[in-house]
């Protein structure tokens, strides 16, 4: 299982079958970099911008959302395209873009035109010149494809609470620089509208990815969803654990950012839905795990008990997660 983040192509890959796709593309910054696809046997591609497009990819001197671009992602959905694929999951998670997916949008073919006339470079900053968004050139399979966006938080696109001003800073920007991309994100908005015909400002997640739920709406007619309940649903797990007598579930760290629609949340939620209960081992539990405990989890457990620290409970992992499992089956088992 996954929710939209790392790990959500495998994910699906091995649970609808396939295979991953790697091609280089942009990085961030225009640098050529390795990055992977999923295509199911159905011909489903499943994108996880972060592999073209993630903060993962720069040194944390190289973080600069005045120039990163989602020019990659766009090379992954082209190449899907050109794979026959026609059925679109991308979770947009991790980025390190601020440019409203502007660059995603000129790899698919759309142009972005400067007050000057001519067209503007890739970049979040670059969109404070813009003046008009040519679609003509657009790739002509888009509209004939459909894209569900896996989209974790409601951040709008523009204000205090918008793309800028809430992820700006970890992607490297100042309060100053992070104001001037927020005009830039409300130009783009403006264009869109005038130009496109869709008002994307207000939507709840349109602030994602810095401003990328925004452009997937604008550029590809994209339709956001919680990333966990597009995977339940492209994994047919609720068919899947129909008579079980339980369903483990874990992640890394267990928390109250798990309470937002995260794996383990969507996975205890449903099969709390199905009468069935659910245990939790996690690497580790922090404030606000409890509240599983209201959504049909039983019993939760940790790698990181008492007297065992982050590098052993990494270290020795497997052997961890295999005494945390015996003992919850006999715990579960006994009651």
């Known amino acids: 299982m996954a929710d939209g983040g790392e790990g959500t192509a495998r994910s699906l890959i091995d649970g609808l079958g396939g295979e991953i796709v ?36 720069l040194a944390e001197s190289e973080r600069d959302p005045m120039l990163a ?21 991308i979770g947009i998670g991790g980025s390190a873009t601020n440019d409203g997916g502007a660059g995603m949008a000129q790899a698919l073919g759309y142009r972005f035109v400067g007050e000057d006339g001519g067209e503007l470079p890739r970049g979040g900053g670059a969109l404070l010149r813009l003046a008009q ?31 800028s001003a809430i992820f700006g800073p970890q992607k490297g920007a100042s309060p100053e620089t992070a104001a001037l991309l927020d005009n830039a994100l409300a130009k783009l908005a403006s264009r869109v509208k005038d130009d496109l015909g869709k008002d994307v400002a207000d939507i ?40 079980a007598a339980l369903v483990i579930t874990g992640e890394g760290r267990t928390d109250a950012q ?58 020795e992992g497997a052997e961890l997660l295999e005494a945390r499992a015996e003992r919850a089956l006999r715990e579960f088992m006994k009651s």
């Not at 004939?144 to 938080?153: E, G, L, N, Q």
């Not at 794996?263 to 580790?284: N, R």
């Not at 409890?290 to 008990?305: K, N, P, T």
């Open 22 to 57: 790697t091609i280089g593309v942009e990085d961030p910054l225009g640098r050529t970099v390795a990055a992977s696809y999923g295509l199911t046997l159905g011909g489903v591609a499943i994108i996880e911008m972060a592999q073209a497009s993630g903060l993962m990819l």
């Open 69 to 89: 671009s989602t020019f990659g992602t766009g090379q992954l959905i082209k190449d899907a395209l050109d794979h026959d694929a026609r059925d679109f999951i």
């Open 133 to 163: 968004i040519d679609w003509m050139d657009s790739d002509v399979r888009i509209p004939y494809s459909d894209f569900t966006v896996a989209c974790d938080v409601d951040n709008p696109l523009l204000g205090r609470h918008g793309a």
């Open 204 to 243: 709840p997640g349109a602030g994602a990815a810095g401003g990328l739920g925004a452009g997937c709406i604008a550029f590809l007619g994209a339709e956001l969803k919680r990333g966990v309940d597009i995977v339940i649903g492209a994994t047919g797990l609720a068919e899947k654990i129909k008579g």
């Open 258 to 315: 798990t309470m937002g629609g995260k794996t383990v949340h969507g996975v205890t939620t449903l099969a709390k839905s199905l009468g069935i209960p659910t245990v939790v081992i996690s690497g580790s539990l922090a404030q606000g795990a409890e509240g599983l405990l209201g959504c049909g989890a039983i019993r939760m457990y940790e790698l990181m008990e008492e007297g065992i620290e982050l590098e052993t409970s990494m270290r």
